[in-house]
């Protein structure tokens, strides 16, 4: 599978190159095709769940140009990936526990809620007994859409565009102008219309690493409690329930850990496959299972006249 990676442009988007390598593991493992079997299902649930931390962690390190780690059996699961991610063959990786922590709970708030897109799409792919690799592949494929993944990667780029604190009373002044296309990432959220729950725990992650890694005095982290602030206390904002959500929180932290931007999509599919899985396998095993079949309405013509057309010799 490791030679898989030399396929991909080293400046190929870790994304592109997670969609083929998952699908691809379909092609190692015949049993997965066996959705009769628990045992089987119970297999490929675990393998794949195990595998995504290393296959995640070698598309950083391809497109760095740097050496693969493989992962430490001494490890636990979010210290594994993290030694993976930034070890080093001249040196033994130590996690820091504060660090570990931290990418530990973005893997547990990102898992899964309800009928996502993503989530969606890999129950419609597996509703065709595809499959379980190339029903995850799918799912990072819907996942890698920025309305959907890259929230959290847009929002630090919202921070960054507007770039200190004293511009802030600028742009929430611009998000409530109906007529300007700016719009604030990281508020507001389809499920959650009151707060969302997982940014409260991220608001105390950001904190306890930024101050872990000297980084307490983070020009974005200021921003963000400053927009945060405003928001909360905003009329418009209170009226249109814009708080905070999680991905207001995650790109910063992600970004203090050391995770590029480009990888946070990546981060984010690596947690949902969990979730992921789960539904795979709830789906699998209903006696009432049958393929998915989106139904559509038939807005157009009831009866279009088509001209006679002349045969050319």
Not at 30 to 53: M, Q
Not at 246 to 261: E, N
């Amino acid at each position: 599978m490791a030679k898989f990676y030399q396929g991909f442009r080293r400046d190929a988007h870790p994304m592109a190159i997670m969609v083929g390598m998952v699908g691809a593991l379909s092609a190692f493992y015949y049993e997965a095709g066996d959705f009769s079997d628990a045992e089987h299902r119970n297999i490929s649930f675990n393998r794949i769940v195990a595998k995504l931390p290393t296959m995640v962690a070698l598309a950083h390190k391809y497109s760095k140009g740097e050496p693969f780690m493989y992962p430490r059996n001494d490890l636990e699961y979010t210290a594994n990936f993290m030694h993976m991610m930034f070890g080093t063959p001249c040196e033994k990786y130590e996690p820091n526990t504060v660090l570990v922590h931290a990418l530990d709970t973005i893997f547990t708030l990102h898992a899964d809620h309800e009928q996502n897109a993503s989530t969606s799409t890999v129950r419609l792919a597996g509703s065709s007994s595809a499959n379980p690799y190339a029903c995850i592949s799918a799912g990072i494929g819907c996942l890698w859409g920025p309305a959907h993944g890259g929230a959290n990667e847009a929002c630090l780029k919202m921070l960054e565009e507007i770039g200190d604190v004293s511009r802030a009373p600028e742009y929430i002044k611009r998000a409530k102008d109906k007529n300007d296309t700016f719009k604030l990432v990281g508020f507001g959220h389809r499920v959650y219309k009151n707060f969302d729950p997982r940014a409260k725990l991220m608001r105390k992650i950001c904190s306890d690493v930024l101050q872990e890694q000297g980084l307490e005095n983070d020009r974005l982290f200021k921003l963000a409690m400053a927009l945060e602030k405003i928001a909360l206390e905003d009329d418009y904002f209170i009226e249109k329930k814009l708080y905070p959500n999680v991905d207001f929180y995650s790109g910063i932290v992600q970004k203090a850990l050391g995770i590029p931007t480009s990888m946070f999509t990546c981060i984010f599919a690596l947690a949902r496959t969990v979730g992921w899985m789960a539904q795979w396998e709830e789906m699998i095993t209903d006696p009432e299972h049958k393929i998915g079949r989106p139904r559509q309405l038939y807005l157009g013509a009831a009866c279009r006249d088509v001209p006679d057309l002349k045969m050319r010799p």
